[in-house]
């Protein structure tokens, strides 16, 4: 192996290039130190839960997408996307002894605590009002010319498999086109050149019925923030969309790439900034500037509270009444607890992973006020199933809908209730997505 430092880079379940402090600093290492080698580590944080079936399938799209394109530039992806970094550097050992280790952050629109966390807010309204800093800008992947490994270094010893392909996928090398686009103003926080445009790339082996029929690499999340923002009118109409149940455009859909780190939600924020720029704040805009709040809330909630955000009586420390009723609860989890609304609902996350905010906020419900079971098996069920599942915002969720969160109604005793009939006649009058999933 020719001379110079070993300089790895951990993932940490963030599968992307762009916007990643920690990449900057490890290609920095390399080049000032002459003869050094960058390796990229696919690992997941420590203690992460294994993630379910959808989102399993496209963090493999994710992972054989960044191989690609780190491959075009001759750099090594060791994938472990099950293990931890401790656990891989010790499987590692003494074939690969890293010099030098830099570990990615999940992405954050702060990247420290954006309010004093001893004065950490219980609620939601507290916390936007009190924000007094801006997020922080994107940074563009950083330029990896020269960075490539030679033929020489690569250790003959190393065993096939590190570098076994993660999903023997045809398009995975896909790379953006070289077009560098209209927002790419060469600012540091510039989108990433390539940036590709138009139509983000569907996965054949989504169901065709799913709101989310793409697929999950970081080009597509990117095609799909564009789309949203600038070729469809989603992002104009967002706020009195937002509560739809059926198709592609009534949200975002940017939430499966968040959970698995594909994009970064500075990008999205930023991309928010450009277009207000250019088209002025809208509804729309702003709107979805507040959900994006919402997760940085839970997450930094999450932080704050530890083990108690995720108990079973909540950051309020209540009990809820519940019965542990197994075999209802089976009979939930095989979409047939009885309520064909819900059932539908459970249907499409069964076959797609995704659910409406109001889906899943029916189903949450339901399971809690109407079939009294107990909220965190509810939760559990949803962790393992949603193709975006994120515990902070999975669980500051269903905590919220069980009276033991963060919901200000539900401060005095008793849980929101939402009146299944009322719902479906203003959210689906026409039964539309009864019958998609019926
Ligand atoms: C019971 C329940 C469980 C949920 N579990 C998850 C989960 O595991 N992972 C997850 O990403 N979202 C979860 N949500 C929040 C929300 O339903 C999804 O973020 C949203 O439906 C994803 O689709 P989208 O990206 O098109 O959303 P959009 O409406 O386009 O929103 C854009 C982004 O804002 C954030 N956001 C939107 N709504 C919320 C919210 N209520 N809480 C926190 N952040 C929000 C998300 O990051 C989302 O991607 C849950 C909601 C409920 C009611």
Known sequence: ????????????????????????????LVRRQPGSRLIVLATRPDGQRLRGPHQRRIEAQALASLRARLGAAAIPLLAFPQK????????????????QLLQAQ???????????????????????????????????????TGLGWTAGDWPEAWPRQWLAPVDPDPSADRLPPADPGPHD???????????????????????????????????????????????????????????????TEFSSKLSPF??????????????????????????????????????????????????????????L???????????LFARWCRADCGHPLIDAQLRELLATGYLSNRG???VASHFINSLQLPWIWGARFF??????????????????????????????GSPRRFDLERQVGLYDPEQTHRQLWS
């Open 360 to 362: 899943r906020q029916w």
């Open 185 to 247: 103003g060469g600012a540091d926080h510039a989108l990433p050149r390539g940036e590709p445009h138009g139509e983000p790339d569907c996965d054949p082996q989504s169901d065709p019925r799913s709101a989310f029929p793409f697929r999950g690499d970081e080009p597509t999340a990117l095609a799909r923030l564009q789309h949203f923002c600038f070729v469809s009118d989603g992002l104009r109409h967002y706020k009195a969309r937002r509560n739809g149940l059926v198709g």
């Open 383 to 412: 962790e393992w199933w949603l193709i975006d599942a994120e515990p902070a915002l999975n669980t500051g969720n269903w905590a919220y809908l069980a009276g033991v969160g963060s919901d200000p109604r539900s401060f005095g």
């Open 317 to 327: 420390n209540r009990q809820p009444d519940w019965v542990e009723n197994r075999e």
């Open 1 to 28: 192996m020719a001379a110079g430092v070993t300089i790895a880079f951990a993932l940490e379940g963030q599968l992307r290039l762009d916007d990643q402090p920690a990449w900057h600093e490890a290609v920095a």
């Open 106 to 144: 999940q992405s954050r629109l702060w990247s420290d605590w954006p309010l004093d966390p001893e004065r950490f807010p219980l609620v939601f309204s507290d916390f936007r009002r009190k924000l007094d800093r801006p997020p922080e800008p994107p940074l563009a992947p950083p330029d990896l």
């Open 258 to 315: 968040l959970a698995i780190g594909a994009l970064s939600v500075r990008r999205i924020w930023q991309v928010l900034l450009d277009y207000q720029a250019r088209y002025g704040a809208d509804e729309g805009s702003d709107w979805l500037k507040v959900e994006l709040l919402w997760r940085e809330f839970f997450l930094w909630s999450e932080q704050r509270h530890g083990a108690a955000f995720h108990a079973a009586s909540g950051l």
């Open 84 to 99: 931890s970094t401790a656990a891989v550097l010790a499987e590692l050992h003494p074939l690969l002894r890293p010099d």
